[in-house]
Structures are given as structure tokens and as C-alpha cells.
């Protein structure tokens, strides 16, 4: 379990499943820093939320897809005092369906900016001051992936299943680099979750059906996502090393 002094940082945290997790983690005892791209407003409302819950609680704004402001918004955190025990590396972005002959270097890139870049930037922060060889006493990390990485999203939007491919193959070589440092890293495959992240893509996942074609015949809740993500977290979770959780109803 967490102590007392531990924060969770979640990226991403302001909305959707990272809202999700960061409201889960609080009732779990983490003290919890919520990173967002630009909604303060839904930072600070949740912000609230959580300090009701008795945790200590940050907002940090920062683009994780920007080294520097990566590298401020972890200084932020050693500033409130405390350890980092856990990361869950959740911004994500889509972008509109489309075919790959429609596509350009500018929506690729920031693609994989925020969902590789983003990711690999806050583990290395977050492994520099965990990891037991550089003087931390270790922490879990857990990377928000999707169900996409598996099924590649053609027709759809290749190029985001192509991040989040990365994604996967990153938490299973950095999850045998850092064990033997104290830290345990994870993924999280989500399938269709009720977020407003959809809204980016185009698609109405209400209104499609999609729901008919999973084999629970229903869309995920981004409290359903954070449960796992709060177990991978968790000294529940002490063996559980380089996994890919899928949580998508089956699909
Ligand atoms: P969401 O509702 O759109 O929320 C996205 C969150 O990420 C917001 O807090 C947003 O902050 C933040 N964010 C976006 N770009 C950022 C950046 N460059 N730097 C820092 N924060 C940034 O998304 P979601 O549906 O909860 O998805 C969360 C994760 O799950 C993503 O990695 C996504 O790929 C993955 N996922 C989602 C689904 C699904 O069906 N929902 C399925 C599979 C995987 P602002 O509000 O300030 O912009």
C-alpha cells in the first residue's frame, strides 16, 4: 500500500479515465498530482473533489509532449515534498478518422509527441527518482495504452494504434530494465470507453452501435478502467511485472 507521503502523478488527470484514476487512487490512500494540457477548469473542479477526500492534491499544467515543461512540472511535484511512488502515464490524444493516404507529418507527429514522447519523457523522470541505483526506494508505472495496438485501427486511425504500439513495447523492455531497481511497470489496453476523447476522432460511439460489436455488448466506464490501473499500482499487484492489461469488455 501507499504511504503516507506518496504521490501519484497521473498524467492527463483532469478528465476521462485519468479523472477516473485519480479518484480512485485518493480513496486508496496516494496523495495525487493531476497533470493537464489546457481545461484548468476541469483540473480545478477535480482538484476540489480530491481534497475532499483528504489527499493532498496538485494541478499541473504542462504539454507532455514538451521536455522542458515535462522536467518543471516534476520539479513542481519534489517541491511539495513527499515521495513519488507511482506514475501513470495517461495523456493520449486521437485524431479524425481517416485513411492513411490522408494523413500528414504534422498529425503524426504530434501523435507521437504527446502519446510516445509524452510517455517516455515522464518515465524517465519519474525513473530517475524512484529507481533504488540513484538513491529512491522504488514506485510503479503504469502506461495507458488501448486495444487498438492489437487490432491497429485500419480504416480508422493506424496511425494512433501505431502509438500506442510503441507504448506497449516500451512498458515491456523498460518493465525488465527497472525491476531490479524497485519499480514495476505495466500497461493498461483499454477497449471503447464513454470519454470525450472521442469527440476529436468524429466518431459518435453512442450513435454507431459499436457497442453491439463488443463481446459485452456495452461500452467501458472510466471507473472500470481505473480499478485496474489502480491495482497494477498497488503492492497488490507486487509480482505483476511487464503486463498488458486488457480491459475492453471482452474485445
Ligand atoms: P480524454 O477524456 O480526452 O482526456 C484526456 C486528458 O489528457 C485530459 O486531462 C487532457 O487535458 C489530457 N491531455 C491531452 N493532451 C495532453 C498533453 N499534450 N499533455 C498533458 N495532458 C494532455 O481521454 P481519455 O478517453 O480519458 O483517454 C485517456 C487515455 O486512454 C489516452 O491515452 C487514450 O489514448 C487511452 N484510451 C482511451 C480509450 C477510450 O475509448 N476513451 C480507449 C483506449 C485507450 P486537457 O483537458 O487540459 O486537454
Redesign the pocket.
Request: proline share 2%; glycine share 16%.
Given at each position: 500500500m501507499p504511504r503516507m507521503t506518496d504521490w501519484v502523478l497521473i498524467?492527463?488527470?483532469?478528465?476521462?479515465?485519468?479523472?477516473a484514476t485519480a479518484l480512485r487512487c485518493a480513496m486508496a490512500g496516494w496523495d495525487v498530482a493531476i497533470?493537464?494540457?489546457?481545461?484548468?477548469a476541469?483540473?480545478e473542479t477535480l482538484a476540489g473533489r480530491l481534497h475532499a477526500l483528504g489527499r493532498r492534491v496538485l494541478a499541473l499544467q504542462?504539454?507532455?509532449?514538451d521536455e522542458a515543461q515535462v522536467a518543471a512540472m516534476f520539479e513542481r511535484l519534489d517541491a511539495a515534498g513527499g515521495r513519488l511512488g507511482g506514475l501513470v502515464n495517461?495523456?493520449?490524444?486521437?485524431a479524425p478518422v481517416a485513411r492513411l493516404e490522408a494523413m500528414g507529418m504534422a498529425r503524426w507527429q504530434r501523435l507521437f509527441n504527446?502519446?510516445v514522447m509524452?510517455t517516455l519523457l515522464c518515465c524517465q523522470q519519474a525513473a530517475r527518482r524512484m529507481s533504488t541505483r540513484t538513491g529512491g526506494t522504488g514506485g510503479s508505472i503504469v502506461n495507458?495504452?488501448?486495444?487498438?495496438a492489437e487490432f491497429g485501427s485500419g480504416g480508422i486511425y493506424v496511425d494512433?494504434a501505431a502509438t500506442?504500439g510503441a507504448v506497449d513495447t516500451l512498458t515491456k523492455g523498460l518493465a525488465r530494465e527497472l525491476i531490479g531497481e524497485g519499480i514495476r511497470v505495466n500497461g493498461v489496453?483499454?477497449?471503447?470507453?464513454?470519454?470525450?476523447?472521442?469527440a476529436?476522432s468524429g466518431i459518435d460511439?453512442v450513435a454507431s452501435g459499436v457497442a453491439a460489436t463488443i463481446p459485452i455488448q456495452r461500452l467501458?466506464r472510466?471507473d472500470e478502467?481505473a480499478e485496474a490501473i489502480a491495482w497494477l499500482l498497488s503492492d497488490a499487484a507486487s509480482y505483476t511485472v511487464g503486463a498488458l492489461l486488457d480491459v475492453g469488455g471482452g474485445r
Open positions: 498524467t492527463g488527470g483532469s478528465r476521462g479515465i485519468g479523472a497533470n493537464f494540457a489546457q481545461d484548468s476541469a483540473a504542462a504539454d507532455v509532449a495517461n495523456a493520449g490524444i486521437v504527446v502519446n509524452g495507458i495504452s488501448s486495444r487498438a494512433y500506442k489496453r483499454p477497449g471503447v470507453i464513454e470519454t470525450e476523447i472521442h476529436t460511439v467501458g472510466a478502467v
